[in-house]
């Protein structure tokens, strides 16, 4: 090394901050080729055997001076913060493995308890993640907090290294009595997608300490994101979720609304550029609803949410305290809607915390929901009620210490008798009366775990109504009893209902391949009854004028019911005023 370059290390390491048991050399732009490049530094290290926390950032360090920077670590058992970031530029990729082992040894060696690592920024995929593999699983990180990968190229092959090392890494340090309890997880624009993110939930769900996750840009879509979602429920301290630009679709938004169901402390969610849409939009604001009490910050931009779903959104957050900022820009709202949603928070006073809309995509193009399916969701009909199956399928299972599962025995379904299963196979006026006490049995056929199916069965009986007094009876009752059970439970199971009921009516654009019914005027007076009895919510009314009102055009064909209804919804959400 050139004494030019040793005169400008050394002016560099003597404006370098040292104190609070920290040495910096953040942002020096430091050539280390080699041991003779670090003896300065090196220097520094050893007048400093109270060593805790130590920053590369921003430097670039080969091969032969890691060996040198390694060699100094060794004395320094009191090291608890590695700043490693942007540390390798101009390296070959095959040089920075050989360079994380070398300091990863020397960590092991010192008996260095690291609490904060932080390597992003460093292009070393997955064959960095072997370079660090040994180090993750060793005592020196049983005890680490705060785990930084963005930008590292990881990969599908490195995102399943790091979790298997991360597992490892528990089940030794819970031998010992200890387990590892990682607090900060951060591996944004990593490339992990499917395979990669599914194998870190296992090890997410394993940890249960998690309060901050950050994977941003990873190509993850909604087998991803459902797998992340199940190990997310299982971290209850949970206060920051970013998601950012993966794609959710509904199903993915499903399951992760279902996780929040569960989650206390969360206080930022961004699931911007995710394709929530407005069916995963719905369901989010039902969580809003009956959770995320502490919730401040939540982005939903660019997510392809309607100028309906938009504003049942901003109702869910009229009651939280703590609330911020609600980002719903870059959805498809249209110049009308865009102002709608800004007097609706004007009117809640809350319009200070609504982002810019700015980027708003304007109203969708009128096309058949099919060619704006993704292949991701060709069976989202099927999977609907796997997606909402909240109390029956996901309640029922018991998690172990070691992640396994084990679900209850629960009794089979009762089978429903031949007269009721021919009723709806092909249902009319006529067999609905012969079912006489039998029609009690139709409400087995609703339940909210399947919202599609629910929907079904209540449009089938709904478009039976007619003014006929004993038809009218039947209908009507057997109307009430079906809607006393499905809006009895969770905000999301009946979320979930009324989105697939409005999707079906063609007052919703949904996913996937489901038909719209004819529409009659039976369902619109049904519900026109339904909402004037005391089973049916105000904020549920409130939802249904928000879709009924802004798409009128869809229900033109049945003027008279339609203005029934939307009087009646009219008068039950001025009632709420």
Same mark, same amino acid.
């Given at each position: 090394?050139?004494?030019d370059d040793? @005169?400008?290390?050394a002016d560099?390491?003597s404006?370098?901050?040292?104190?609070?048991?920290?040495?910096?050399?953040?942002?020096?732009?430091?050539?280390?080729?080699?041991?003779?490049?670090v003896?300065?530094l090196?220097r520094?290290?050893?007048?400093?055997?109270?060593?805790?926390?130590?920053?590369?950032?921003?430097?670039?360090?080969g091969?032969?001076?890691?060996?040198?920077i390694?060699? !100094?670590?060794?004395?320094?058992?009191?090291?608890?913060?590695?700043y490693?970031?942007?540390?390798? /530029?101009?390296?070959?990729?095959?040089?920075i493995?050989?360079?994380?082992?070398?300091?990863? $040894?020397?960590?092991?060696?010192?008996?260095?308890?690291?609490?904060?690592?932080?390597?992003?920024?460093n292009?070393?995929?997955?064959?960095?993640?072997?370079?660090?593999?040994?180090?993750?699983?060793?005592?020196?990180?049983?005890t680490?907090?705060?785990?930084?990968?963005?930008?590292?190229?990881?990969?599908?092959?490195?995102?399943?290294?790091?979790?298997?090392a991360?597992?490892?890494?528990?089940?030794?340090s819970s031998?010992?009595?200890?387990?590892?309890?990682?607090?900060?997880?951060? #591996?944004? %624009?990593?490339?992990l997608?499917?395979?990669?993110a599914?194998?870190?939930?296992?090890?997410?769900?394993?940890m249960?300490?998690?309060?901050?996750?950050?994977?941003p840009? *990873?190509?993850?879509n909604? !087998?991803?994101?459902?797998a992340?979602?199940?190990?997310?429920?299982?971290?209850?301290?949970?206060?920051?979720?970013?998601?950012?630009?993966?794609?959710?679709t509904?199903?993915?938004?499903l399951a992760?609304?279902?996780?929040? %169901?569960?989650l206390?402390s969360v206080?930022?969610?961004?699931?911007?550029?995710?394709l929530? %849409?407005?069916e995963? #939009?719905?369901?989010?604001?039902?969580?809003?609803?009956?959770?995320?009490?502490i919730?401040?910050?939540l982005?939903?931009?660019?997510?392809?949410?309607t100028?309906?779903?938009?504003?049942?959104? #901003?109702?869910?957050?009229?009651?939280?305290?703590d609330?911020e900022?609600?980002?719903?820009?870059?959805?498809?709202?249209?110049?009308?809607?865009?102002?709608?949603l800004?007097?609706?928070?004007e009117?809640?006073s809350k319009?200070?915390?609504?982002a $810019?809309?700015?980027? @708003?995509?304007?109203?969708?193009?009128?096309e058949?929901? @099919?060619?704006n !399916?993704?292949?991701d969701d060709?069976?989202?009909?099927?999977d609907?009620?796997?997606?909402?199956?909240?109390?029956?399928k996901?309640? $029922?299972?018991?998690?172990?210490? *070691?992640?396994?599962?084990?679900?209850?025995?629960?009794?089979?379904?009762?089978?429903?008798?031949a007269?009721?299963?021919?009723?709806?196979?092909?249902?009319?006026?006529?067999?609905?009366?012969q079912?006489?006490?039998?029609?009690?049995?139709?409400?087995?056929?609703v339940?909210?775990?399947d919202p599609?199916?629910?929907?079904?069965?209540?449009?089938?009986i709904?478009?039976?109504?007619?003014?006929?007094?004993? /038809?009218?009876? !039947?209908?009507?009752?057997?109307?009430?009893?079906?809607?006393k059970?499905l809006?009895?439970?969770?905000?999301?199971?009946?979320?979930?209902?009324?989105?697939?009921?409005?999707?079906?009516?063609g007052?919703?654009k949904?996913?996937?391949?489901?038909?719209?019914?004819?529409l009659?005027?039976?369902?619109?007076?049904?519900l026109?009854?339904a909402?004037?009895?005391e089973?049916?919510?105000?904020?549920?009314?409130?939802?249904?004028?928000?879709?009924v009102?802004?798409?009128?055009?869809?229900?033109?064909?049945?003027?008279?019911a339609?203005?029934r209804?939307?009087?009646?919804?009219e008068?039950?959400?001025?009632?709420?005023d």
């Open positions: 090394m050139a004494s040793i @005169d400008l290390l560099a390491l404006k370098t901050h040292v104190g609070d048991g920290e040495l910096s050399y953040k942002g020096l732009g430091l050539k280390l080729d080699d041991a003779e490049s003896e300065e090196i520094e290290m050893e007048r400093y055997p109270g060593l805790r926390a130590l920053r590369l950032e921003g430097n670039t360090v091969v032969d001076a890691a060996r040198a390694a060699k !100094a670590l060794e004395s320094q058992d009191l090291l608890q913060r590695c490693w970031s942007d540390m390798f /530029t101009g390296r070959l990729r095959s040089e493995p050989t360079a994380l082992r070398s300091l990863g $040894s020397a960590l092991m060696s010192a008996g260095a308890r690291l609490t904060d690592l932080d390597l992003s920024d292009a070393f995929g997955p064959d960095g993640v072997k370079g660090i593999e040994q180090l993750l699983k060793s005592p020196s990180c049983h680490l907090q705060e785990l930084r990968l963005n930008n590292c190229g990881m990969g599908i092959g490195g995102g399943k290294i790091l979790a298997e991360l597992i490892e890494g528990h089940r030794q031998a010992l009595g200890t387990p590892l309890k990682l607090r900060v997880f951060i #591996a944004g %624009r990593n490339r997608e499917n395979e990669g599914s194998a870190l939930a296992k090890a997410f769900q394993l249960g300490s998690l309060e901050e996750v950050h994977m840009q *990873n190509g993850i909604h !087998a991803g994101v459902v992340l979602a199940s190990a997310m429920r299982h971290n209850p301290e949970l206060r920051v979720i970013n998601l950012n630009d993966n794609s959710f509904k199903r993915g938004t992760m609304a279902k996780a929040l %169901r569960h206390r206080q930022v969610i961004n699931f911007g550029d995710c929530v %849409r407005s995963g #939009a719905i369901a989010l604001a039902a969580v809003l609803r009956e959770g995320l009490p919730l401040k910050e982005n939903l931009s660019f997510g392809e949410i100028e309906a779903a938009a504003l049942v959104v #901003a109702q869910a957050v009229m009651d939280k305290p609330m900022k609600v980002d719903l820009n870059g959805n498809s709202l249209g110049e009308q809607g865009c102002e709608a800004r007097d609706a928070m009117n809640m319009g200070d915390m609504l $810019s809309l700015s980027d @708003d995509e304007g109203e969708p193009e009128d058949d929901e @099919d060619d !399916a993704d292949d060709d069976d989202d009909t099927d609907a009620s796997d997606d909402c199956n909240e109390d029956n996901e309640d $029922s299972e018991i998690v172990e210490e *070691n992640g396994n599962t084990r679900k209850d025995d629960s009794p089979a379904k009762p089978q429903s008798p007269e009721i299963m021919s009723f709806l196979s092909c249902p009319s006026a006529e067999r609905l009366l079912l006489g006490e039998m029609k009690t049995g139709l409400q087995q056929q339940d909210a775990s599609h199916k629910a929907a079904d069965v209540f449009l089938k709904a478009s039976l109504y007619s003014e006929e007094p004993e /038809t009218k009876t !039947a209908v009507l009752d057997t109307i009430d009893a079906m809607l059970k809006l009895s439970g969770s905000a999301f199971q009946s979320y979930c209902f009324l989105s697939s009921l409005l999707v079906m009516m007052l919703l949904g996913e996937g391949k489901r038909k719209k019914v004819s009659v005027p039976g369902p619109l007076l049904c026109e009854h909402i004037q009895q089973y049916f919510p105000q904020h549920h009314a409130v939802m249904l004028h928000t879709f009102s802004r798409n009128s055009e869809a229900l033109e064909s049945c003027s008279s339609s203005e209804l939307s009087s009646t919804l008068k039950k959400c001025h009632d709420q």
